[in-house]
């Protein structure tokens, strides 16, 4: 599989790239020489592991030189500082181990991870979910844990995903704009404009779930009225229509429409529309060829984008101009036999990503 991410040359010691000697964990100083004596395989020369930091869980994907992953390794989330490091060390260790591999011949390892996230010092700051509020060197200190014997990038969950996104849309040429559009707990985007992730001058590009979609409506945790967010989320969904039977909200929903309930129907119709809004205003502002649907919601599949899909065919049916940008066509959902965050974020450790 192609890696469809812009690349760039990689400087041997990139400015952003955190090494052992920026914040040890552990106050005895590494030893210079790899811990694994293991000697690097040529035919494996760009491997890397990348690491998709969540709420509840942390998945890890070990993606070859020619973008294939490899094998995966999932591990509960254990919210701080410490934990976090330990997860990933875990992750990286398991996953080059049951492949024979040395972690000093990994190419690098990226971690995605929600919160602010400065890319070039590897500090996150305000990942509440995970249990970092204050800033912290988190590319630093995951070297640290791995010995100083491998490259760590860190980077934005989202900024990830768009990225792995990216990886996995099936395009010709390789799509360099694209919006991953998370439909979870809440609504935001990543963006791939012009082949460049797009972090904006306060790292809140993308946050589309705090736009108004409805003038006066539900209120909002940010404090706004009417944001996408309480329209198009998982939250949304649930609040709407509460799941009794221990399905996830959004998939009973959309089996109790198709099997004809007219509230549930009226519900779904409710939230396409609200996807669809997303979905053209990401059209709209940053006119990307390919919108793709991920996160929790997008779990109940083609229902879902079909949905949407009628949905944006409807608006556009009274708009010429509308249905000039072919809005239905440039929607996606994101693959469910892709780990698009750890793919991404595996492309980031290698230095694929400006």
Not at 216 to 223: E, F, K, M, T, V
Not at 251 to 271: E, I, K, Q, S
Not at 288 to 308: C, I, N, Q, W, Y
Not at 317 to 328: E, K, Y
Request: aromatic share 2%.
């Amino acid at each position: 599989m192609p890696t469809h991410a812009r690349t760039a040359p990689v400087d041997p010691t990139p400015t952003g790239v955190a090494s052992a000697d920026v914040r040890p964990v552990d106050p005895t100083p590494a030893d210079p020489t790899p811990a694994d004596p293991t000697p690097p395989d040529p035919g494996r020369v760009g491997w890397a592991v990348g690491v998709d930091v969540g709420g509840t869980k942390v998945l890890a994907a070990l993606l070859a030189a020619d973008g294939t992953v490899v094998a995966t390794h999932r591990v509960p989330t254990v919210p701080g500082p410490d934990g976090l490091v330990a997860a990933v060390r875990t992750c990286v260790e398991v996953l080059t181990a049951e492949q024979g591999l040395a972690v000093a011949a990994l190419s690098g390892v990226g971690v995605g991870v929600p919160g602010v996230v400065d890319p070039v010092t590897g500090t996150v700051e305000h990942a509440v979910n995970v249990g970092v509020e204050r800033p912290f060197a988190l590319a630093a200190a995951v070297a640290a844990a791995l010995g100083g014997r491998v490259p760590v990038r860190v980077e934005n969950d989202l900024n990830a995903a768009v990225v792995g996104a990216a990886h996995t849309v099936d395009a010709h040429p390789a799509p360099r704009d694209l919006a991953f559009l998370a439909l979870g707990t809440g609504v935001a985007a990543g963006l791939l404009l012009d082949g460049t992730l797009r972090r904006g001058a306060r790292r809140a590009a993308g946050e589309v779930g705090h736009l108004t979609l409805v003038p006066d409506g539900l209120a909002c945790g940010c404090g706004q009225r009417g944001c996408v967010e309480q329209y198009a989320s998982g939250s949304a969904v649930q609040a709407a229509w509460p799941a009794t039977d221990g399905r996830p909200a959004p998939v009973a929903l959309f089996a109790a429409a198709a099997a004809g309930d007219p509230h549930a129907v009226a519900v779904r119709d409710r939230f396409a529309w609200a996807v669809a809004g997303a979905v053209r205003i990401l059209v709209l502002t940053c006119d990307v060829d390919h919108v793709v649907l991920g996160g929790g919601v997008s779990g109940v599949g083609e229902p879902l984008l079909d949905a949407v899909r009628v949905e944006l065919a409807r608006e556009t049916a009274v708009s010429p101009f509308l249905a000039s940008l072919r809005l239905a066509e440039r929607v996606h959902l994101a693959p469910r036999d892709v780990p698009v965050g750890a793919v991404g974020a595996a492309l980031v450790g290698r230095g694929e990503v400006v």
